[in-house]
């Protein structure tokens, strides 16, 4: 049982570069999200889904895309790199009846 | 506007010590408190849990006091030991009735116990 998987695990990107961080689940959780962590600041909850289909905001979604075609993944992407956007990604999951909610690895982004 | 204030940043106790973390919060709505731990290069996970129905619980060495009337609640982890060096989150989930509800997290705190 992975649980959620996150890839890749680091990435360094240029300002005004473009990419994708990959997120799946193998638990078949409804809902999903992306939070990044950055020193000092806690979890910020980025997008999240409760279905295929189905997204929304959360505290801090600008800059950022998602879209959820299948129940399993749930990527987020970043259109155009800031230096700001350098942070640790982590993306959860979890039923929506309100199991506890299973985090990934993350993903550690700096963009210079 | 920060939903859940989390303190200290940091702590270091002797082993054997009990480290408290406090958390407080304003919005009435937060049905569900739970506390995570996160390892370093690790992602956040479960700790322990309390709804505002109860003042107490606990699991383990690991113990939440709630105190709903004051908007507080902090953890608290007895005979400490070296493992447990971690950063601790609290979070607050603003469910108006729903478990689909938003989860709000503290800043974390940086707990290093010495042997």
């Known amino acids: 049982n992975a649980g959620v998987t996150q890839t890749p695990k680091f990435q360094v990107l240029k300002t005004g570069q473009s990419m994708t961080l990959q997120c799946a689940q193998d638990?078949?959780?409804?809902?999903m999200s992306w939070y990044r962590q950055d020193p000092g600041m806690g979890l910020r909850l980025i997008h999240y889904?409760?279905?295929?289909?189905?997204?929304d905001q959360g505290e801090v979604p600008n800059g950022y895309n998602v879209s959820r075609s299948t129940t399993e993944d749930f990527p987020l992407r970043l259109l155009s790199a800031a230096p700001s956007q350098t942070s640790v990604y982590f993306c959860?999951?979890?039923?929506?009846?309100?199991?506890?909610?299973?985090f990934g690895n993350g993903t550690r982004l700096t963009v210079t | 506007q920060q939903q859940v204030k989390q303190s200290p940043q940091s702590l270091i106790v002797q082993k054997g010590g009990i480290p408290i973390i406090n958390c407080a919060y304003e919005?009435?709505?937060?049905?569900?408190f739970p506390w995570y731990q996160q390892f370093p290069g690790k992602g956040p996970a479960l700790l322990i849990a309390i709804r505002p129905d109860v003042s107490e619980k606990k699991e383990g060495r690991f113990t939440i006091s709630f105190n709903k009337s004051a908007k507080q609640f902090s953890l608290h982890i007895m005979d400490s030991q070296p493992g447990d060096s971690a950063t601790y989150f609290c979070a607050a989930r603003d469910g108006g009735g729903s478990t689909l509800g938003r989860l709000y997290f503290g800043r974390g705190t940086q707990l290093t116990v010495w042997p």
């Open positions: 919005n009435t709505a937060f049905d569900y």
């Open positions: 638990m078949n959780h409804e809902y």
């Open positions: 889904s409760v279905g295929a289909g189905i997204t």
């Open positions: 959860a999951s979890r039923t929506v009846s309100g199991s506890p909610l299973h």
